[in-house]
């Protein structure tokens, strides 16, 4: 019994109490030992069994066997173990050996899972401090598993006879590295270099290199890029992507691609520069061939001025929609390089200035860049807003000068302008209504070069003061025994302005003519500039009902005015208006709106939009309805009715979602637009499939399909193709784009 006791507290002694303080010959820092069971060999080594642990700074080794030596400091691993390093990464091995404090060691049948969560499993493991090369690697972010017969692997891996992770730079490298893809190999490179997943830093480097095929007939060409990341330093940034075109019959040519950007304080700088050479072309008598360069700078200059410079800029059109057709500017029908100095609270707190140098380049074959306009300079200047009695007032100064290289038809060949715009207005409460007075007085000159006329190129000096007065009276009021609760707004607005026309000796610079709406004909200058004013004397008349749930207002307007410009301009051939109305319901997830527009003359629906949305567990929903009439003399000259419909569903199965939508043309019984799309995105992969058809009325004109596949890789970057539904008439090389993609969009 006795010695039952002590055997067991032997053993009770042995787990807890078991421990070598162990001075490294090295750099002396404490080293210890746990064990079930501890001894010694011949040779002084210390043999640690059973739950055995060593704990050295933030590293901890745990197997059933460790054999310490206290000569040399080695540990050897006989069988099963695990590493837990000072990175928070995870080691395990069937077997392995350390030395010099775990700066050294090899690992057998090495499976390692990171901090980040991705696995790299290899046949050994070679340490050399900060240096991980692991022989017959296969790297993968991927938790989830496909299961392919009775084989469980990742959705994607990339496999390496030698594979070196560097702790230092950051940087997975990878020799005759292959992509696995649901098992299935489909890339090989005989080098590969992707970031490190543990890296929080920008580093250095070469990014993912693109290599694309292309297949046209019998010819094959290739297209190669190598693009290299300088981090020039914490604030600055340039990535560097020089392409390769060669084969398929056709001269190799270079494109060269600098992004460089920048913080400042205050503000940032961006850079793009692209440019196509021949350097390896026969008999070429010149190196460049096209080139872009855009940039953005802003910068605040103190604490009352921003600056603002943009430009874009191209050897020739089209030149920035070949190279970069995802690109805003690519559709732009002009470039503009502009200068702009924003000025806020220089006098007073909501006073503001801009002053604006603005030139143009066309950006499509259309365009002649000698009747683009330069700007220079535009300046504008608002006063903020001040207090006289119960009166408000601000003044609004505009100064402009544009010149064009030839005149249009409707656009002189240079314009200067001084403007003032002083506004008042006043706001009144008696007999239960709301008074509102407005004054625009509008005081303008004009100097023209070669205005067309009939003609006739006429050059002159304008001057106009033109004021327009409005007043606005509004009741609200609630009838108390009905349960909706609704408020009703009846409102009359009396518009007075000179009768006098707009003159066609004026060049109309900035002035456009806005969507017939409600909001914008509540203006008094119902023009969205000042070079045309609305020259109207109209009587506005509104009712607004409202509460929790409705909203709605009908409003018509009687013109006095029998050349009201903007009245006319927008189709209103009688002296009374069309009939506008906008109606909104929003009740818990539906949401309806409606939005019409009726001819009460010749008693038609010019334009009626009805919109309905949705949204429940599984989706989003949205049904559209639009019918849009005119007629000239009682004939319908043009009608048109479509409906467009969209659903966006929310994660199916944890990582998918589907969209679709489309545009049906009633009258003609087509869907002239209809897509679908598929998105996927677990934590290391993600699938775009997108497919868009356009139908055309014409029975001679076949629709265009275009369909696109992107594949993303966590950490790797994602490949985008071109458009895959093309038909056999339709031959074209199918190119695979290389982009970035966020790591916050894997789940």
Request: a neutral charge; one cysteine or more; proline letters at 2%.
């Amino acid at each position: 019994m006795i010695k039952r006791i002590i055997k067991k507290q032997f053993i009770n002694i042995s787990i807890f109490l078991l421990f070598f303080f162990i001075t490294n010959q090295q750099n002396a820092n404490e080293l210890l030992i746990y064990a079930d069971k501890i001894t010694y060999d011949e040779q002084n080594n210390i043999i640690a069994q059973g739950k055995a642990k060593i704990f050295y700074e933030n590293k901890i080794i745990s197997s059933n066997l460790i054999i310490y030596s206290q000569t040399t400091g080695s540990v050897t691993l006989p069988v099963d173990f695990s590493l837990k390093d000072d990175r928070n990464n995870y080691y395990y091995g069937s077997s392995g050996s350390f030395e010099s404090n775990f700066e050294i060691g090899k690992i057998n049948d090495v499976k390692v899972r990171l901090d980040d969560g991705s696995r790299i499993v290899g046949k050994k493991i070679k340490r050399d401090h900060n240096i991980d090369i692991i022989t017959k690697g296969v790297y993968s972010p991927c938790a989830s598993k496909i299961k392919i017969a009775d084989f469980l692997c990742p959705i994607w891996q990339i496999e390496s006879e030698k594979m070196l992770h560097d702790y230092d730079t950051l940087f997975l490298y990878q020799k005759h590295s292959k992509m696995r893809f649901l098992n299935l190999p489909v890339f090989y490179s005989p080098y590969f270099l992707t970031p490190s997943p543990l890296r929080k830093e920008r580093k250095s480097g070469f990014l993912t290199t693109s290599i694309n095929l292309n297949f046209f007939d019998t010819k094959i060409s290739q297209s190669t890029s190598f693009p290299y990341y300088f981090n020039l330093s914490q604030d600055k940034e340039l990535t560097f992507t020089p392409m390769i075109n060669y084969g398929g019959g056709v001269d190799s040519s270079q494109r060269f691609n600098f992004d460089y950007n920048q913080i400042l304080s205050g503000g940032n700088l961006k850079t793009n520069l692209t440019f196509d050479t021949t350097f390896e072309n026969q008999n070429s008598d010149k190196w460049l061939k096209e080139g872009s360069l855009i940039n953005t700078y802003n910068q605040n200059i103190n604490e009352k001025f921003k600056l603002k410079f943009t430009s874009a800029l191209e050897t020739s059109k089209n030149y920035i929609q070949q190279t970069n057709p995802n690109d805003d500017l690519s559709y732009s029908s002009s470039l503009n390089t502009s200068l702009s100095i924003h000025g806020y609270n220089l006098n007073k707190i909501d006073d503001n200035l801009t002053i604006n140098m603005t030139n143009y380049q066309s950006n499509q074959n259309n365009e002649d860049n000698k009747t683009l306009p330069t700007i220079l300079p535009y300046i504008n200047f608002y006063s903020g807003e001040n207090n006289f009695n119960d009166f408000k007032y601000s003044n609004n100064f505009e100064i402009y000068n544009i010149i064009r290289d030839s005149t249009t038809d409707v656009h002189a060949k240079g314009q200067r302008k001084v403007s003032s715009l002083i506004n008042i207005n006043k706001n009144t409460i008696m007999y239960v209504s709301k008074f509102k007075f407005e004054a625009n007085l509008y005081n303008q000159y004009f100097n023209t070069d070669e205005k067309k006329i009939e003609n006739r190129y006429i050059s002159g000096n304008y001057f106009r003061s033109f004021p327009i007065f409005g007043l606005t009276a509004q009741t609200p009021f609630k009838i108390n025994n009905l349960k909706n609760n609704l408020i009703y707004t009846p409102q009359l607005k009396l518009v007075i302005a000179p009768g006098i026309s707009n003159s066609n000796k004026i060049s109309n610079e900035d002035a456009s003519i806005s969507s017939y709406t409600i909001e914008n004909n509540s203006s008094l200058n119902r023009y969205s500039g000042t070079d045309k004013l609305d020259n109207s004397k109209r009587l506005d008349l509104s009712f607004n009902v409202k509460n929790d749930l409705l909203s709605g207002t009908l409003w018509a307007a009687y013109e006095f005015t029998n050349n009201s410009n903007y009245h006319y301009s927008q189709g209103n051939e009688k002296k009374l208006s069309d009939l506008l109305g906008n109606f909104s319901l929003n009740k818990n997830k539906y949401v309806t709106t409606y939005n019409f527009r009726f001819d009460s003359y010749d008693n038609y629906m010019k334009d009626q939009n009805l919109n309905f949305s949705y949204e429940n567990s599984i989706g989003n929903y949205k049904l559209g309805y639009l019918d849009q009439k005119n007629k000239t003399d009682g004939i319908i000259t043009s009608d048109s009715e479509t409906i467009n419909y969209e659903f966006a569903s929310k994660k199916l199965f944890k990582y998918s979602k589907i969209s679709y939508k489309g545009l049906y043309d009633l009258k003609n019984s087509t869907n002239t637009e209809s897509g679908i799309s598929y998105n996927y995105f677990d934590e290391c992969f993600g699938i775009n499939i997108d497919f868009k058809r356009n139908s055309y009325i014409e029975d001679n004109l076949k629709p265009q399909d275009i369909m696109t596949i992107m594949f993303s890789f966590k950490n790797v970057g994602s490949y985008k193709s071109t458009n895959l539904a093309v038909s056999e008439n339709d031959k074209q090389d199918i190119r695979w784009e290389s982009i970035s993609v966020k790591d916050e969009l894997f789940n």
